[in-house]
């Protein structure tokens, strides 16, 4: 079984950074993702990385903001977040596939809290 363990949440300026970590154990993956969801608003996916790092996506609203970067030996997958809007407060999510970049998630973390503020 796998299982994916969010921490990094918290309280941060606008402008400010912020890392969030993914503990990862359980079976192989192919694909990390970070999701976010803001209070009324759907679930999207603004990072994802194949665990090796050769292929990389970013949605572009955190384009050239945020930085998504895996550890293999250590298991972790981690979200550098920079210049942090009041946009950005949301929960976060990691999640995981076997299949590949563009596939379903099939497997979830249970989300840490980002809130930027003034």
């Known amino acids: 079984q796998v299982q994916l363990v969010e921490s990094g949440g918290g309280l941060v300026q606008v402008g400010g950074s912020l890392r969030l970590s993914c503990a990862v154990s359980g079976r192989a993956l192919n694909t990390m993702g970070w999701f976010r969801q803001a209070p009324g608003k759907e679930r999207e996916l603004i990072a994802a990385?194949?665990?090796?790092?050769?292929?990389?996506i970013y949605a572009d609203s955190v384009k050239g903001r945020f930085t998504v970067s895996s550890d293999n030996a250590r298991k972790m997958v981690y979200l550098q977040m920079n210049r942090l809007k009041f946009d950005d407060t949301a929960v976060y999510y990691c999640?995981?596939?076997?299949?590949?970049?563009?596939?379903?998630?099939?497997?979830w973390g249970q989300g840490t809290q980002v809130t930027v503020t003034s």
């Open positions: 990385t194949t665990w090796r790092g050769v292929s990389v």
């Open positions: 999640a995981a596939n076997t299949q590949g970049l563009g596939w379903p998630y099939d497997y």
